[in-house]
């Protein structure tokens, strides 16, 4: 009867021991793609802000959003993790780029900004959200207030630096992940 216990303890303890070392999957972000909306609420490739909607000094400012489609892959492609891999975006960070290099904020560049998001992305599945890519008091500050009216400025081309960041659902362990867009910001003719 004690040796019976003794084997069970044994075989419960072995156990506790398998299932505690049994390593956690882990999943990266992975962007398929990121593409401004466009007027009629459909992904286009890149965006064409117009910063000011109507005739200055009466003009009218509205965000411009973006959709991103995203996936979570395994890091070991030989691991099946099923759902316990998939992650949670909770935020993301827009940073303007110059490709000349000039990138001082509101003088160069509009200012970086962060926004909530909360998406769930499942593995090896595709998930996708509207995010606001441009917000709307930007076009009311230097360098895009410049741009209403051609006062003095044309055209600015920017690339969006979007860093995704979320957390994965099982471990609880921070994920992110950077995508670009093209943006050119003008006054644009009114329709």
């Known amino acids: 009867m004690r040796s019976a216990r003794y ?5 419960l303890t072995a156990l506790v021991l398998l299932v505690g070392c049994t390593p956690k999957p882990e ?3 992975v962007i398929e793609s990121i593409s ?5 609420g459909d992904p286009v490739g890149d965006l064409f802000s117009d ?8 003009c009218v400012v509205t965000n ?3 959709l991103v ?5 395994a890091e070991d492609p030989f691991t099946d993790i099923s759902r316990f891999g998939d992650i949670i975006i909770e935020r993301y960070r827009v940073t303007y780029v110059r490709a000349d290099g000039r990138n ?9 900004f962060d926004g909530a998001l909360n998406l769930r992305v499942p593995v090896d599945l595709l998930a996708s959200q509207q995010f606001m890519v441009v917000r709307p008091q930007a076009k009311l500050e230097p360098p895009l207030s410049n741009l209403a009216g051609g006062g003095g400025a044309i055209v600015l081309s920017v690339i969006a630096q979007i860093d995704f960041y979320g957390r994965q659902l ?10 670009f867009l093209n943006i050119t910001f003008a006054d644009f003719a009114n329709e």
């Open 7 to 11: 084997q069970m303890a044994l075989v």
């Open 27 to 29: 999943t990266i972000i």
């Open 36 to 40: 401004a909306i466009g007027p009629q």
């Open 51 to 58: 910063v000011c909607k109507g005739s200055p000094p009466g």
């Open 64 to 66: 411009d959003n973006a």
């Open 69 to 73: 489609i995203m996936t979570a892959r």
């Open 104 to 112: 001082t904020p509101g003088v160069e560049v509009p200012h970086a």
């Open 170 to 179: 099982v471990t609880d362990r921070a994920v992110a992940a950077r995508g």
